[in-house]
Each structure stands twice: as structure tokens, then as C-alpha cells.
């Protein structure tokens, strides 16, 4: 492992950021202004595309960097978007093709968003993947501080 890698693990990185999917107005996040987000390093809680960055990067540094879909938030698994009739949803004959609902994992009590992607008149396909799955990002990252 290497020496800043060792030295920096556990350590919070306080960042902004902006960045997504390139061209994808969509798809992008936007933390570049206001209080500076907390990152554990090394608790792989961002992408390991940006947490790499940071390991390398020093205090007050700005960057933009290319994230591959595999250090980004993974492949597209396509059997994680099935369709399941509205009937047995909460508010299932509401939803529409975009929204987000939450969802909480029976087997590790995890909590996210998950999307519809597409929806009929008796049913909707909800994606679980991240809706950045199977996409290569780019983001702008500054590391204002190092605790």
C-alpha cells in the first residue's frame, strides 16, 4: 500500500464537487458551493474513482477527473430493473416513468432511492442499480480540508 494511502486511511476529507455523467443534465450531482461534504477515506462510501483523487490529492488542490464506469458506481446489472404490478407498491397507480421511491434491503437493512424506468397501465419496472451504474462520470473535486 502506498505511504499517503496509508497515511490518509480513515482520515475525513471535507470536499465539494460537481460532476456526473458528461452531457447528461439528468444525471449530475452538484455540492460545489455551501458547507464542504465529509468523506471518510477508505470506507468506500464514494466512488473509488474519487476517493483515489483524494488520496492523492493535497489541501486547497481543485481537480477534474475521468471516472470509469468500473471506479465509478459499477456495471449495469439488468436483472436488477424488473417489473412489479402496482397493485402491490404503496401509491403504485401514482408513480411515473422518473420519480424516485425508497427502498429498504430486507437482507442488510440499507436504505436508497430506487427509479421507474418504464410503467404500463397495470405495472412499473423499478431500477435498483445507482443511476449512474454502467456510466463513465466526470467530476470537478476540491479538497478544502484533511482531518
Same mark, same amino acid.
Given at each position: ?25 439528468? !444525471? ?84 436508497? !432511492? ?22 463513465? !462520470? ?10
Amino acid at each position: 500500500m502506498d505511504e499517503k494511502v496509508k497515511d490518509r486511511m480513515g482520515r475525513v476529507a471535507y470536499i465539494r464537487y460537481k460532476g456526473g455523467v458528461p452531457g447528461d443534465d439528468e !444525471l449530475f450531482e452538484d455540492h460545489s458551493t455551501g458547507n464542504p461534504v465529509p468523506v471518510t477515506l477508505g470506507a468506500h462510501r464514494v466512488p473509488k474513482g474519487i476517493e483515489n483523487a483524494l488520496f492523492d490529492m493535497e489541501v486547497g488542490e481543485q481537480r477534474v477527473i475521468q471516472i470509469p464506469s468500473e471506479l465509478g458506481f459499477g456495471v449495469y446489472i439488468e436483472k436488477d430493473a424488473q417489473w412489479y404490478p402496482r397493485t402491490l407498491i404503496p401509491h403504485g397507480y401514482e408513480m411515473k416513468v422518473g420519480e424516485f421511491l425508497p427502498y429498504t434491503d430486507p437482507q442488510n437493512g440499507l436504505k436508497k !432511492l430506487v427509479r421507474v424506468i418504464a410503467a404500463t397501465e397495470d405495472g412499473v419496472k423499478i431500477d435498483f442499480n445507482h443511476p449512474f451504474a454502467g456510466k463513465d !462520470l466526470e467530476y470537478w473535486i476540491e479538497l478544502v480540508d484533511l482531518k
